[in-house]
């Protein structure tokens, strides 16, 4: 990770966040749609409602279950009668932590009063959906197609709300409900690769195909899948057939990427752990490859004691050459390692573990657990302070730094912080790490369980700022004075 040198290039900054802040006011000046817009949101979902806004960094909007409000941050961009009026970044499409729509939503026509009755007043209606499933117990069609239709529309509600778990949970009731429903398998399939559960969806993608050869979106999945599992040539071949059957172009980015991986590590060894498949440049050393994943297994264990969780499935890491690295992940120069789904790491001229290496093992590791447990849905600032903090980095060097630029109002935003840090100016970067550590810190300094906290309320609130109002009843204003005073009684006490 890159050094910090946190005043200089201040003036730099200070333009940066000039700029950063005009573009969102300019946002919230914009005029809103105002009748049936469409926002798209970066994981797939489309919201369809009335009196669309968009200020202080959330969009919103009227929708039959009740006004919504979203993160400009997940928001990919807004539609008006069918055509784009507002975009923003592009999600990241790197493969195995790929931005893939969600499948075509389950048609259940005639069945709107029964999605309404579900689903109202900005809520699911559990008296409701239990008084479908008392009528679908007796076996009529009719009262299991409407039970079907109640648990599809409160599983929409909740992935449209970001709570991917009780969107899963009831996603699986439909399904048991209907078992041989290709749209249900295909939505049941989707949920659990978002959690990271891709052996589990391969089992429910066989389901579909068997039903509908054809299908297109169940390749797409099966590819997604397979991704995730690390197996490449399956992952390229059920893209391949994915674009045969439909051109996608998602699946086209996907299928690229995977396409460059495989070429690179063609020739590349193997070796494997209890949680980990890695593959490394054959000019690097055995000793190594066996050293890295001894280090990681202890890492393993060490983060899901200290967050409560596992990933389900092996974890894929590459070792590179320097060259190699900056070819397939195109990153930044001040990017010394890479976690999209699979860690990445250059370890050119290394012949052992060194104490570097190890906090770069251990940091990236760090990053697959929290995207797994938040189901990807963790804002960029609490995922790389948590890999910091995992790694044993703190503060001290930087607490007068971050001090001195709070007490001028020149500390960054963490609204500004949620997304991609790809394209942000290296001083900025060195600042967002600064920050980001210090919030972690001073959290873990109040105990723990704050943490835990907060990253189960990132999995299913709106947004990052709510998911803190609702684990430790702080904004992100409040959080940004608590930690300067942490920073401030903890490392700046005079004698």
């Known amino acids: 990770m890159p050094g910090w040198s946190l005043i200089r290039g201040t003036k730099k900054l200070r333009r940066w966040r000039t700029l950063a802040i005009l573009a969102v006011a300019v946002g919230a ?9 469409t926002i798209v949101l970066k994981n797939g979902r489309r919201i369809v409602g009335d009196s669309v806004t968009r200020e202080y960094g959330k969009v919103s909007c009227e929708t039959p279950a009740g006004r919504i409000s979203i993160s400009e941050s997940l ?34 026509p005639g069945m709107e009063p029964v999605a309404r009755e579900a689903v109202h007043d900005g809520a699911i209606d559990r008296a409701a959906l239990a008084r479908f499933e008392a009528a679908a117990a007796s076996g009529s069609s009719e009262a299991v197609k409407r039970a079907v239709a109640a648990h599809s529309a409160a599983a929409d509600f909740s992935f449209a709300r970001g709570d991917l778990t009780a969107a899963l949970a ?32 391969l089992d429910l993608l066989d389901r579909a195909r068997r039903a509908a050869p054809d299908s297109a979106d169940a390749a797409k999945l099966a590819g997604w899948a397979d991704y995730g599992l690390n197996r490449l040539p399956q992952a390229v071949a059920e893209w391949k057939r994915a674009q ?30 209890a949680h980990f498949v890695l593959r490394y440049n054959g000019t690097a050393a055995p000793e190594l490859a066996r050293a890295v994943l001894l280090v990681l297994e ?45 860690i990445r790491i250059p370890v050119q001229g290394l012949d052992s573990v060194t104490p570097e290496l190890a906090r770069v093992l251990k940091h990236e590791l760090t990053h697959s657990f929290v995207a797994e447990k938040t189901h990807g849905r963790c804002p960029v600032w609490l995922q790389e302070g948590l890999a910091q ?105 005079r004698p």
Not at 29 to 37: C, K, L, M, T, V
Not at 256 to 263: N, V, Y
Not at 422 to 441: F, H, T
């Open 244 to 273: 045969q059957l439909r051109p996608d172009a998602e699946v086209a980015k996907a299928l690229a990427k995977a396409q460059q991986d495989l070429e690179v590590e063609s020739n590349y060894l193997e070796g494997e752990s």
């Open 29 to 37: 000046s914009a005029p809103a749609g105002a009748h049936a817009d």
């Open 389 to 493: 903090w995992m790694e044993g980095k703190r503060s001290g060097d930087s607490a007068a730094a971050l001090v001195a630029l709070y007490d001028r109002h020149d500390d960054l935003s963490l609204t500004l912080l949620e997304g991609t840090w790809m394209s942000l100016p290296g001083e900025v970067v060195g600042q967002a790490y600064a920050w980001s550590l210090a919030i972690v810190e001073a959290m873990e300094a109040s105990g723990p369980a704050d943490i835990e906290r907060l990253l189960e309320r990132v999995a299913v609130e709106v947004t990052p700022e709510g998911a803190l109002r609702s684990s430790q009843h702080l904004d992100y204003s409040e959080v940004t004075r608590a930690t300067a005073e942490y920073l401030r009684s903890t490392y700046l006490r």
């Open 75 to 108: 928001v990919l961009r807004i539609e008006k009668d069918d055509l784009p009026v507002a975009v923003y970044p592009p999600p990241n499409t790197s493969a195995a932590n790929l931005a893939i729509a969600p499948p075509p939503p389950d048609e259940h």
């Open 170 to 201: 009831q996603s699986e009731r439909a399904l048991a409900l209907d078992p041989g429903q290709v749209p249900l398998l295909l939505n049941v399939a989707y949920l659990r690769l978002r959690g990271g559960e891709y052996a589990g969806a």
């Open 298 to 342: 202890d890492d393993f264990q060490s983060i899901a004691q200290n967050l409560e969780f596992a990933p389900r499935e092996p974890i894929a890491v590459i070792l590179y050459t320097s060259q190699a690295f900056g070819d397939i992940t195109r990153a930044p120069s001040w990017v010394g390692a890479l976690n999209d789904g699979r």
